[in-house]
């Protein structure tokens, strides 16, 4: 694939697609809608059967690259990453928009504002959490959610970009969180600055999802966690899930199936092993997530 195109850019909004082009179209234009000045829109298709590519003509101004057949999020959000000068990247999901006009600007602000600020968790809202909060003061947390975050890229480059997993949806933003934290990067919440993830059902199919989340989620663990925690934090995991099969039986089938993809995993799971600092990862456990 090409190289994305920096026009200048500080910012490179990148937006990964599969199969959303009846509501694509609204996060291209909340991300092109922005009042900061230095930013260019990138769209990675990948992949998708429906009327995606028409949406070409639209938007001229917007950077397109499509794959022929679907390579999954993590490397798709590497490849716009890997390809592009600019000096912060903002990923926004093909069903998120920014509800205003100067998130990015305020974002950039607080990159320029300290140096050891890694990435930008933008205030998440959604169907099922539709209130918007009040603008206020930054607060770190212990990661940033995928459908709207702003990373700087010398600290991704620091960290090593996402890091493949077995499956191809979950824990990612978790493990890349982790990494940044242990080299010494914050991860910031701006209260108030918003995205809306709409969550489109369109496209998902949610025990396929279920499946890779508990494999991935139990593969980070294998990866990242120190020992000799992991002897316990990996049963705990396990126990955690279970409970949650229980008060939800659907999804035993597709949780028990991402348990054995996650065992057949362990091989890979050592090899690429490289568990953070204790404290770091205590840091994450302990709560300070973006809610």
């Known amino acids: ?3 994305v195109p920096s026009f200048s850019a500080r910012v490179l909004v990148g937006i990964t697609t599969r199969n959303r082009a009846h509501i694509l179209a609204k996060a291209i234009r909340s991300a092109l809608d922005q009042t900061y000045p230095l930013v260019a829109v990138a769209v990675l298709d990948d992949g998708s059967t429906d009327a995606t590519p028409e949406l070409r003509a639209q938007f001229p101004q917007v950077h397109w690259q499509r794959n022929k ?3 999954g999020i993590i490397e798709a959000r590497n490849h716009l990453m890997r390809s592009t000068p600019a000096e912060f990247f903002v990923s926004l999901d093909d069903d998120a928009w920014f509800l205003g006009r100067d998130e990015i600007a305020l ?4 990159m320029d504002a300290d140096a050891r600020l890694g990435a930008v968790a933008f205030d998440i809202a959604s ?3 539709p209130t918007e909060r009040a603008r206020g003061a930054a607060r770190e947390v212990a990661m940033f959610i995928g459908c709207g975050h702003l990373l700087r890229m ?3 480059r620091d960290a090593g970009f996402y890091a493949p997993t077995p499956g191809r949806y ?3 933003e978790k493990d890349l969180s982790l990494r940044l934290a242990d080299l010494g990067y914050r991860i910031d919440l701006l209260p108030g600055v918003h995205v809306w993830h709409d969550k489109a059902w369109t496209g998902r199919d949610w025990f396929p999802l279920h499946r890779s989340g508990v494999c991935n989620e139990l593969f980070m663990t294998m990866r990242r966690c120190p020992w000799p925690d992991l002897a316990f934090v990996l049963p705990l995991k396990i126990v955690s899930f279970g409970w949650f099969w229980l008060r939800r039986p659907q999804f035993l089938s597709p949780g028990i199936a991402g348990l054995c ?3 057949l995993a362990l091989p890979k799971a050592e090899i690429s092993r490289g568990p953070v600092r204790r404290a770091t990862f205590w840091k994450m456990s302990a709560g300070r997530r973006v809610t």
């Open 69 to 71: 057949s679907p390579q």
């Open 1 to 3: 694939m090409n190289s």
């Open 127 to 129: 169907p099922d959490q």
């Open 154 to 156: 010398s600290a991704v």
């Open 170 to 172: 979950g824990s990612e």
């Open 261 to 263: 993809d996650a065992i």
């Open 107 to 110: 974002a950039v602000a607080a």
